[in-house]
């Protein structure tokens, strides 16, 4: 029997191609983009869950209820760390970490490695796998370094790395360290990525910031002892926040601010270790709504699908109705045929899950490049992600298969065999498929355009700055940035297409180091708490970019003191200090320190995206300063041959650095990757979803023309024209379409304005997009319909009629 279920349900199969077809072609596509959602969306989830004790790991953060608005600030002092190990026992373990960029050299080979500073106790927090070395002693000398698999890999090959020397730094600042460890490579959704660990107190500056309370440099991440409450534990931190930070509560009050619903002016907090990904204040990472609405996207797709399914099975019901009511005439029982049917169904699924997983396997590496995902294929055959994907073909089979099957095994024989088959009018499920359909692709089409527009707002957004015509070279860890400006410089005094060059400490963008650093630094001045962004730079940086000076002058090799305690402040920093005419003032970032005196006034200008508001910047100059880049402004005539003369020059004067220049308004244009990336998959899943809803109303409209081909042959007969039957037969679905529009331009009104609230330069949503939206989906529905009622109403009415 089973055998001869399968052979007829192939036999129906092959003889009804086409409609096998765009079945298979929906469900493997449906399958498709939803895995690929649901997987982008697990990986982002799991961030940081991989270590074991990862309910009892926070990060500490500062939390400012200022008068302006709520501040969180993860940049730590260094005596924080040791006062609180010290002054709570409830604290297993705490660890500073420190960001540091160093070359290693090995035998004669240099090479460019993420070094951070951290703790001993940095080991016994997290749970990277220590593959060879001791846990306990790895970190317990200054001296000593424990480097990842890839670092021991890529420098000692086949050699034991355990106890081998690495001298890390240039020239002077060279310093030899014993390899104690080997860490396991941290995994992709790791928050903590790094190449190797050596102890905090080699930092530079550490000395000197060992005993500051307000020189923030770093993260600190506690373990908490098991039983140990996060809440209980930060009420325990308040007096102890109100010993050691003063000065903060201090000038808050004088500034103003009020409690927050916790009772705190300003306050240590802790941030659990699975949330941080998630902060764009402590990471930068995906927004958690962003990985909720891929979930809701694949869903509905999926859901989508299933029903389109049923709509197209429900649909060739009617074709075959006699054959149902044959085999029931013949004793067939209700299960024999649901089974027979579903069967059928189940084929189809499996072929169309079957055909959407190959086309995630091929696809994937497509998906990884545009959507910057990380995914792999040994990610997509773990255990957790197969059962996943098999709940998903279940799923689908389940719905899509099963209620066409119900729903044909209760035919009526008899009135099916006298050629009687009808089914109620459109009830409240399919118009709430069509309503839903067409409400989510809506939706998606408005927030795709909605996003495409302020990404591209952002890109045109005044930076402060001119980013056109300059070039970017980031330096690199083999060369002396000083040296290295300097040589350029003068290898390029006399060519009249380069008409200035500087160097700074940060990149402007994102260039082809993939690298971002920032210093910013916190200090009390007048009562008034300071944040401010502490930029070294070179002679000709206003120049270079195009910074209009608004008092004072720029910085100038003639005066020999420029280099010493001179800075350049931004508007917004001159407002932080209380400065209305600020050119010529002194302000101490800490009382042990020297005076810096203001020799110039500019406006501000994004140092970083322009997602976030224009920060406090002061500019300095000092010989032993850090010049991580050079931007270099040439001719707008000769672009392309600029950047071959600066590799050529480059390759001159250091030789031992790979040339990887790129120009400053590409760089700038890198900020908004995140954006362009949510833009990318709204466009994806809007023309995927726009495309079932389509086939699904196609579904629909053969049913409805189906049961009202009478009807339709009547009206011929009785002189109706064929654009009055199309318009007859599309109306009632261009109803539902009008619904959907109404239902989704709120939600996405809505949902589009709390994300453009995010954003301190921002578009207001034009409501034209809406309606220009809700005709497209209009159109797209009449076209759908119009297609099958044009077939309609060219039928011969005889034939409809002649049974009658």
Known sequence: ??????????RNLWKNKGYAMINIVGLSVAFCISVFLFLTAYFVLSFDKFHADRDRIFKTYFFANEPQKARKAGSMPHPLT???????????????????????????????????????????IFSFPLLK??????????????????????????????????????DANKKQYIVTGVLADFPENSTIKYDAFIRVENAGGYQREK???????????????????????????KPFTKKYFAESFASLKKQGAKPDEKGDIFALRLMKLTDIHFDSDMSGGAPIGLVYALMAIGTFILLIASFNFINLNVARSFIRAREVGVRKSLGALKQQLFFQIWGEAGIICLAGFLVGMTLTILLLPT????FQSKLNLDYILQPGTILLVFGLFLFVALIAGGYPAWQMSRFNAVEVLKGKVSMKKPGLLRNSLIVAQFTLSSLLICCTIIAVQQVDHLKTQPLGFQKEEVISIPVGNKVDGQQALRRL?????????????????VNL???????????????????REVSTDWLHIDYDYLKTLNIKLLAGREFDPTYSTDSIGRVIITESMAKMIGEKDPVGKFFQTDTAGIKHQIIGLVPDFNLYSSKNEKKPITMYISPSGPISYIFVRVTPQSLATSMEKLKEAWKEITPESEFTGSFVDENTNSWYREEERLSKVFSLASGVAIMLSCLGLFAVALIVIEQRTKEIGVRKVLGASISSLVLVLSKDFVKLVIVAIVIASPLAWFATQAWLDNYPYRIEINPMIFVFVGLAAIVLAVGTVSFQSVKAALMNPVKSLKSE
């Open 489 to 505: 410089r003068n290898h390029l005094k006399d060519d009249p297409s380069i008409l200035s060059m500087t160097g700074s400490g």
């Open 211 to 237: 005993d500051q309370w307000d020189a923030h440099s770093h993260a600190v991440f506690v373990k908490l002892k098991p039983g140990i409450d996060k809440d209980a534990f930060e009420q325990k931190l």
């Open 82 to 124: 040791p006062a609180l190990k010290a002054e709570f026992p409830e604290i297993e373990g705490a660890a500073r970490i420190l960001n540091g960029e160093y070359v290693v050299v090995y035998k004669g080979k240099y090479f460019d490695k993420d070094i951070k500073y951290t703790d001993a106790d940095f080991l016994k």
């Open 367 to 370: 998906f990884n490049s545009t």
């Open 133 to 170: 070395g001791n846990a306990g002693s790895a970190l317990s000398d200054l001296s000593n370094i424990v480097i990842s698999r890839n670092m021991a890999e890529s420098i000692f090959g086949k050699e034991d790395p355990l106890g081998k020397a690495l001298q890390l730094g240039m």
């Open 509 to 527: 963008g994102i260039g082809a180091d993939r690298s971002s650093s920032r210093s910013v630094l916190g200090f009390t001045f007048n009562d």
């Open 1 to 10: 029997m089973k055998k001869n279920y399968l052979k007829i349900a192939l």
